[in-house]
């Protein structure tokens, strides 16, 4: 795995930075149980990464590790510093940062950040004990118009919250209330599975990143992270949990990652579990509703042909 950082860190014509950020991501996200060389030589590599790519890249990056149950703690602390917008899903959500962690965030960022820990699933009672008294203490310094609107911001909030209560009141009068939770993981229908093998066929990576978004139910960011796994890894899951037989994966494989050779496919197909798999990818469907959840694809057409006419222009781009 060191050799492997180490080959995506050198520069390679037609490889932007943002694609080696994450291509270095998925990596590192793949590795079940990695060792303290792996660690180190991954927080060395991010950082610089993270610096030379897009803003939009970062965010994919940060939203990817917070799902990693791993990540060393120089990583944890750099991402933990950024911008709220960026480092707000990973404070949140990663089971990876340690107390030592969060408290350095709380000492070197403001009250955005603050939040974002305090919406942690769970948190120590140092954690807590920091929380309260940062709170407390920008309090202290308020001025009495801030703390007047402060008072008024908090009014508007119960108004809303009770109007609020009273729309869902006569939700559940009008009838039951809908199942929200996400339809399960369905095989791909046989269109989706012959435009997963025409596309890879082509070498349209694109319209296949579109594809297999629509197969999946979930965002084209899901898909695009997918396919950046230079390992294959994640592609052979995903399309094993969707359902092809073994020997359209294997040429699927083989066309959209030319170092992989049809056997080096075969072998890496052959030794998944379906189940696994179905699981595996079920986690990344939840993950990325829970981090896109405003950008999921159309629904499918009354054919059954799927819903990819609206992004065919960004995925063209």
């Given at each position: 795995m060191a050799d492997r950082?180490?080959?995506?860190?050198?520069?390679q014509s037609g490889r932007p930075k943002d694609i080696v950020l994450m291509a270095t991501v998925s990596s590192f996200e793949s590795l079940?149980?990695?060792?303290?060389?792996?660690?180190?030589?991954?927080?060395?590599?991010?950082?610089?990464?993270?610096?030379?790519?897009?803003?939009?890249?970062?965010?994919q990056a940060v939203a990817a590790l917070s799902r990693c149950p791993q990540v060393p703690e120089r990583t944890a602390l750099f991402i933990?510093?950024?911008?709220?917008?960026?480092?707000?899903?990973?404070l949140t959500v990663s089971r990876a940062v340690s107390d030592r962690t969060l408290l350095a965030v709380l000492d070197a960022t403001?009250?955005?950040?603050?939040?974002?820990?305090?919406?942690?699933?769970?948190l120590s009672p140092?954690?807590?004990?920091?929380?309260?008294?940062?709170h407390q203490d920008h309090a202290s310094r308020q001025t009495g118009a801030e703390r007047e609107d402060v008072r008024q911001d908090a009014e508007r909030t119960a108004r809303e919250e009770a109007v609020r209560d009273e729309l869902r009141?006569?939700?559940?009068?009008?009838?039951?209330?809908?199942?929200?939770?996400?339809?399960?993981?369905?095989?791909?229908?046989?269109?989706?599975?012959?435009?997963?093998?025409?596309?890879?066929?082509?070498?349209?990576?694109?319209?296949?990143?579109?594809?297999?978004?629509?197969?999946?139910?979930?965002?084209?960011?899901?898909?695009?992270?997918?396919?950046?796994?230079?390992?294959?890894?994640?592609l052979a899951e995903t399309l094993l949990a969707l359902g092809l037989d073994r020997a359209d994966s294997r040429f699927v494989l083989s066309k959209v990652y030319p170092h992989?050779?049809?056997?080096?496919?075969?072998?890496l197909v052959a030794a998944l579990d379906p189940e696994s798999?179905?699981?595996?990818?079920?986690?990344?469907?939840?993950?990325?509703?829970?981090?896109?959840?405003?950008?999921?694809?159309?629904?499918?057409?009354?054919?059954?042909?799927?819903?990819t006419d609206a992004r065919r222009g960004r995925a063209a781009g």
């Open positions: 950082f180490r080959e995506l860190e050198r520069p079940r149980f990695p060792s303290r060389a792996d660690l180190g030589q991954f927080a060395e590599l991010f950082e610089p990464l993270y610096a030379a790519s897009t803003e939009d890249a970062r965010r933990g510093t950024q911008p709220v917008g960026i480092a707000a899903i990973f403001g009250p955005e950040h603050a939040r974002a820990i305090a919406g942690r699933e769970a140092a954690v807590v004990e920091a929380l309260v008294g940062r009141a006569l939700v559940r009068a009008m009838g039951p209330v809908r199942d929200a939770a996400p339809a399960p993981l369905a095989p791909a229908s046989e269109l989706h599975r012959a435009l997963l093998v025409r596309f890879a066929r082509a070498g349209e990576t694109g319209m296949l990143a579109v594809a297999l978004a629509d197969a999946l139910g979930a965002s084209q960011w899901l898909s695009e992270r997918i396919l950046l796994d230079l390992s294959g890894q994640q992989m050779t049809a056997g080096a496919a075969g072998a798999a179905v699981e595996r990818v079920r986690s990344w469907q939840r993950a990325d509703r829970y981090t896109n959840g405003g950008d999921l694809p159309e629904a499918a057409n009354g054919d059954g042909a799927p819903a």
